[in-house]
T-cell receptor
Framework: NAGVTQTPKFRVLKTGQSMTLLCAQD?????MYWYRQDPGMGLRLIHY???????AKGEVPDGYNVSRLKKQNFLLGLESAAPSQTSVYFC?????????????FGPGTRLTVL | GIQVEQSPPDLILQEGANSTLRCNFS?????LQWFHQNPWGQLINLFY???GTKQNGRLSATTVATERYSLLYISSSQTTDSGVYFC????????????FGKGTRLSVIA
């Protein structure tokens, strides 16, 4: 199993450009998440999904959109990138359960917006 | 929302030393996890521990849910233990996302 994969690994954008980050998981997990990590801030949740076709806002959703058309994929879109969106983006997935709701993380995407 | 505070923010250890990392949270939780982020950025789940004690090799964790804190113990530290340790919690309402603390940055020196 590949686990959780993210593409691309690195990207540089100019202000106002758009892009989509792809997250894929092969563990048949129901839940998927997008986080951003900034220096000294820990991880903050952007959006999440509790199943195919569903999405919900997290702590910092502004400027981002997401889609979960297939269970194994979770897309994060930036319609008009801003320098404040320079960050490392992590995707995670989990199988919700009463005993072990462990989240598994992808390797991250480092995004720079100039 | 729920607050998660980790201490200390930074820690430097000599190889072979032991350490204790603390995580305090402001409300009842039904999920608490400890993660290690290595120097290359990869996040690895260490423990799922909403209550009680677990051990995995040189690492162990204890959560006292009634007092709203969790401790991560690292014994006989090694340079490969370096990185950032995060505590993350989920509130006791069911199916809500994890809230992360800001982490403890550990540096183990040979």
């Amino acid at each position: 199993n590949a686990g959780v994969t993210q593409t691309p690994k690195f990207r540089v954008l100019k202000t106002g450009q758009s892009m989509t980050l792809l997250c894929a998981q092969d563990m048949n997990h129901e839940y998927m998440y997008w986080y951003r990590q900034d220096p000294g801030m820990g991880l903050r949740l952007i959006h999440y999904s509790v199943g195919e076709g569903t999405t919900a806002k997290g702590e910092v959703p502004d400027g981002y959109n997401v889609s979960r058309l297939k269970k194994q994929n979770f897309l994060l879109g930036l319609e008009s990138a801003a320098p404040s969106q320079t960050s490392v983006y992590f995707c995670a997935s989990s199988w919700p359960g009463a005993k072990s709701d462990t989240q598994y993380f992808g390797p991250g995407t480092r995004l720079t917006v100039l | 929302g729920i607050q998660v505070e980790q201490s200390p923010p930074d820690l430097i250890l000599q190889e072979g030393a032991n350490s204790t990392l603390r995580c305090n949270f402001s409300d009842s939780v039904n999920n608490l996890q400890w993660f290690h982020q290595n120097p290359w950025g990869q996040l690895i789940n260490l423990f799922y521990i909403p209550s009680g004690t677990k051990q995995n090799g040189r690492l162990s964790a204890t959560t006292v849910a009634t007092e709203r804190y969790s401790l991560l113990y690292i014994s006989s530290s090694q340079t490969t233990d370096s990185g950032v340790y995060f505590c993350a919690v989920e509130r006791g309402e069911g199916n809500t996302p994890l809230v992360f603390g800001k982490g403890t940055r550990l540096s183990v020196i040979a």
